[in-house]
Structure formats: C-alpha cells, structure tokens
C-alpha cells in the first residue's frame, strides 16, 4: 500500500512505497528532508532493522527521491519538478518580485554615483576653502555640505537593503524625496527665467531636463511601493525560490 507524503514546505503531495516507512526522502521540489509516516500512524517498537548483510540499520535512513513511482513518472518528475499551477504562482510572484528589485538597483546606483561624489568633492571644496581669505566660514559650508551628503549616502544605502527586505518605508521615502527634487528643478527654472526673461526656452528646458532623472526614480519607487504587500501575498515556497536565485 502506498503512504501519502507531503512537503510541509511548498505542500507538494507525492506517494511512497509502504516498505519505505519510517525513512528520510526529499520533497522532488524544493527538497526538502521529509520523513515518510506508518500507514497505520504508528512508529515500529524497534528503530533499527536487520540489513541484508546481517547488520543492524537505521530504519529512519534516507530514502530514494521520488520513491514509489514508476520509471516514467520519476523521469516526468525529474524533467519537470514544478506543475503548472506552481509554475503559474511562480511567474506571478516574479512579476510582483520585478519592480522592487528595479527599485533597488536604483537606489545601489544612486548610492555610488553619491559616495563617489562626495569622495571627490568635498577634498576639493576643503582646498578651495583653505586658499579663500575666509577659511573658517568656508571650511565651515564644507563641513555643512559634507555631512548632509554623508546623511544623504547612508540613507540611500539603507533604501537599499530595506527595499531589497520588502520593506514598504524605503521606496515611499525615496519616491517623496525624488518628488521633492523634481519639485527643486522646476522651482530653480522658474526662477532663472524671472531673472533673465530673455532666455526662458533655454533655463525651463534645463530645468525639466533635471528633473527627468529624479521623476524616473521617483516612478520606479511608487511601482515598488505597490507592489511589495502583492509579493508578500504570495506563497513563502516561491518567495524563497527567487531569493534563492538572487531575483
């Protein structure tokens, strides 16, 4: 008589020959050690069993995958570990996955681009200071800018790692930052223009010209503010399937 198992993982059901009761097989999905029940529900008195040899075996050794099914069964298994109902709940998982993984490779870029920045900027604006007629005052808006870009580093750095974890704060601060820049550009076009009315084509189209990048990070992190709940919704099998991928 077959014994029923199934994965307490990703709750895939499969069969088992009786004579390989009490032993350790692995789920053919995601593989996990599994540990094959009694028919009747009840463990043997005695663990170990004579082996063939006329040594004493362990009764709870693991088993072969797939034990139970005939040899075309186990290579349909093998060729295809997943069904179509998993595969369906995988692709959709995946697409949940997508848009925050595109929110953290922004927020990555965005934190070299400004480490970089800062790593070359601020040696440069401390020289400069140091040759002005009014170091202190100058050395002290390097110290002000530098700490801010420093705040601004280690804010877009734990962005990334919160958002690459699903956590929803990461990509709603980062989208109302990035609105806050799109807003910055706009106002500072509109201000050049009131100062030199002649050249308001060439100062608006500069200003939006700024501000596409930060709207284009700001969209990226709405997406992924939308769609972590909808990951987290799915089964824990296929999360884990696609973090083990690095998806």
């Not at 307490?8 to 020959?17: L, P, Q, S, T, V």
């Given at each position: 008589m077959a014994i029923a198992?199934?994965?307490?993982?990703?709750?895939?059901?499969?069969?088992?020959?009786?004579?390989?009761?009490?032993?350790?097989?692995?789920?053919?999905?995601?593989?996990?050690?599994?540990?094959?029940?009694?028919?009747?529900g009840r463990q043997p008195a005695d663990a170990m069993k004579a082996g063939s040899n006329g040594h004493k075996v362990r009764a709870d050794r693991e088993a072969p995958l797939h034990v139970g099914l005939p040899s075309r069964?186990?290579?349909?298994?093998?060729?295809?570990p997943l069904d179509n109902r998993q595969l369906e709940v995988l692709k959709e998982t995946e697409n949940y996955r997508r848009p925050i993984r595109h929110a953290a490779i922004w927020f990555r870029i965005q934190f070299l681009t400004s480490l970089i920045a800062m790593i070359i900027l601020v040696p440069v604006l401390v020289m400069a200071a140091a040759t002005e007629g009014a170091p202190g005052a100058g050395l002290l808006m390097v110290l002000i800018f530098g700490s801010l870009q420093l705040a601004w580093v280690v804010l877009v750095y734990k962005a990334y790692k919160a958002t690459w974890d699903c956590r929803?704060?990461?990509?709603?601060?980062?989208?109302?930052?990035?609105?806050?820049?799109?807003?910055?550009?706009?106002?500072?076009?509109?201000?050049?223009t009131s100062i030199n009315p002649k050249a308001v084509g060439a100062m608006m189209f500069?200003?939006?010209?700024?501000?596409?990048?930060?709207?284009?990070?700001?969209?990226?992190?709405?997406?992924?503010?939308?769609?972590?709940?909808?990951?987290?919704?799915?089964?824990?099998?296929?999360q884990r399937a696609l973090t083990y991928c690095g998806l």
């Open positions: 198992v199934e994965c307490r993982r990703c709750e895939k059901k499969f069969r088992a020959k009786e004579e390989y009761a009490g032993r350790k097989t692995r789920c053919p999905v995601c593989h996990e050690v599994l540990l094959i029940g009694h028919p009747t069964q186990i290579q349909a298994k093998e060729d295809s929803r704060w990461a990509p709603m601060t980062m989208f109302v930052l990035n609105m806050l820049g799109v807003v910055g550009c706009l106002l500072n076009g509109l201000f050049a500069a200003a939006v010209f700024m501000a596409v990048v930060p709207a284009i990070i700001a969209a990226v992190c709405y997406r992924a503010w939308a769609a972590i709940p909808r990951f987290l919704d799915q089964p824990a099998w296929s």
